[in-house]
């Protein structure tokens, strides 16, 4: 029965493949880290399907991506965040349409070194680790919790320009982009792995799919948002249980960039084997269904954003965002 599905699984690839195969020309992509590791694995098969294709996947972070997207200068634009009223504005100034296409869910994922004794945090405690008032003040494991170590607290996170340190600070200070300022900052998340896993003393955050590459050298903490310890998993991203750090994560789509037919069969060929490659890179497939209605979304071109006013931590399905109408 296994080698059955297995091999059904393989046809239905390659006819997906052959689907959209035989475009040639540029595809060009930008913006979140945490969307790079899904459209990185799209990109590498729509190449091989497509030999006369090339697709380029940079990482400047969700901000950094929205401002090339809205300068015309990139087809799709990553983003482990929806597009802001700011960046609405600047696109619809520079005559730039676009569809929203969610992508996957991911499990935002707090890290610490293995030789840390802690195995859970609550939302309360990063907050009060993470709140501007923090800065030059709380130093120490213990002044956040006085059964923790009296050990200096390095922390590492995402770059201002990143949608994730948006998110993390919305779901856990309470607003985005509120965060102490004296902390490893960077936009490739690589760099927050690496700072985690060489400090004992050492506290981070990132998408899922890094942590699961990284799970010999990092230690992920459970999330106590007051009803107890859950950790970041599939099961519980899907069962709504992991709040507020689960979210969905996106791509954006340049209407006149749907012209040029190698964008169009990208984008289609992305949806197509979106719930494989997601898996793969460790991140959390949308339901079946709602894949279908995000290809509707994308075949219709349904121009806008309906996700701009769900705020982090909402528990809000996919599925449910996408009924509603869409802002220009």
Same mark, same amino acid.
């Given at each position: 029965?296994?080698?059955?599905?297995?091999?059904?699984?393989?046809?239905?690839?390659? !006819?997906?493949?052959?689907?959209?195969?035989?475009?040639? %020309? =540029?595809?060009t992509?930008?913006?979140?880290?945490? *969307?790079?590791?899904?459209?990185? #694995?799209?990109a590498?098969?729509?190449?091989?399907?497509n030999?006369?294709?090339?697709?380029?996947?940079?990482?400047?972070?969700?901000?950094?991506?929205?401002?090339?997207?809205?300068?015309?200068? !990139?087809d799709?634009?990553?983003?482990?965040?929806?597009?802001?009223?700011?960046?609405m504005?600047?696109?619809k100034?520079?005559? !730039?349409?676009?569809?929203e296409?969610?992508?996957?869910y991911?499990? =935002?994922?707090?890290?610490? &070194?293995?030789? &840390?004794?802690?195995?859970?945090?609550?939302?309360?405690?990063?907050?009060?680790?993470?709140?501007?008032?923090?800065?030059? *003040?709380?130093?120490?494991?213990?002044?956040?919790?006085?059964?923790?170590?009296?050990?200096?607290?390095?922390?590492?996170? #995402?770059?201002?320009?990143?949608?994730?340190?948006?998110y993390?600070?919305?779901?856990?200070?309470?607003?985005? /982009?509120?965060?102490?300022?004296?902390?490893?900052?960077?936009?490739?998340?690589?760099?927050?792995?690496?700072?985690?896993?060489?400090? +004992?003393?050492?506290?981070g955050?990132?998408?899922?799919a890094?942590?699961?590459?990284?799970? %010999?050298?990092?230690?992920?903490?459970a999330?106590d948002?007051?009803?107890?310890?859950?950790?970041?998993s599939?099961?519980t991203?899907?069962?709504?249980?992991?709040?507020?750090?689960?979210?969905? !994560?996106f791509?954006?789509? &340049?209407?006149?960039?749907?012209? /040029?037919?190698?964008?169009?069969?990208?984008?289609?060929f $992305?949806?197509?084997?979106? #719930?494989? =490659?997601?898996?793969? +890179?460790? $991140?959390?497939?949308?339901?079946?269904?709602? $894949?279908?209605?995000?290809?509707?979304?994308?075949?219709?071109?349904?121009l806008?954003?309906?996700?701009?006013?769900?705020?982090?931590?909402?528990?809000?399905?996919?599925?449910?965002?996408?009924?509603?109408?869409?802002?220009l």
């Amino acid at each position: 029965m296994k080698t059955k599905l297995i091999l059904a699984s393989l046809f239905v690839t390659l !006819i997906a493949l052959k689907s959209y195969a035989g475009v040639t %020309g =540029l595809v060009t992509v930008d913006g979140s880290s945490t *969307v790079f590791p899904i459209t990185e #694995a799209v990109a590498e098969e729509f190449q091989i399907a497509n030999r006369g294709a090339k697709v380029t996947v940079g990482i400047s972070g969700t901000g950094g991506g929205f401002k090339k997207f809205c300068r015309g200068e !990139i087809d799709i634009s990553d983003a482990s965040r929806p597009i802001k009223a700011e960046e609405m504005q600047i696109c619809k100034d520079a005559g !730039i349409q676009y569809v929203e296409l969610p992508v996957a869910y991911d499990a =935002l994922t707090i890290v610490v &070194n293995p030789k &840390n004794p802690l195995s859970s945090i609550k939302v309360e405690e990063l907050k009060k680790m993470w709140q501007p008032e923090a800065q030059g *003040v709380v130093t120490k494991w213990n002044q956040i919790n006085p059964s923790w170590p009296n050990q200096n607290l390095k922390l590492y996170g #995402a770059g201002s320009d990143s949608g994730t340190f948006e998110y993390f600070t919305e779901a856990t200070v309470g607003k985005a /982009k509120s965060s102490r300022g004296d902390y490893t900052a960077s936009e490739d998340d690589n760099v927050v792995v690496q700072g985690v896993a060489t400090d +004992v003393n050492g506290l981070g955050y990132f998408g899922y799919a890094y942590y699961a590459e990284n799970q %010999g050298k990092l230690k992920a903490l459970a999330i106590d948002n007051g009803k107890g310890p859950v950790a970041p998993s599939k099961e519980t991203v899907e069962n709504g249980t992991y709040t507020p750090l689960s979210r969905p !994560i996106f791509i954006y789509v &340049n209407k006149k960039s749907l012209e /040029k037919p190698q964008v169009k069969a990208f984008a289609q060929f $992305y949806l197509a084997q979106a #719930a494989s =490659l997601v898996a793969q +890179v460790k $991140y959390v497939p949308l339901p079946a269904g709602t $894949y279908q209605l995000v290809a509707e979304r994308l075949n219709k071109q349904v121009l806008g954003t309906s996700f701009a006013d769900v705020h982090a931590g909402s528990g809000l399905k996919v599925e449910q965002v996408l009924a509603k109408s869409p802002k220009l």
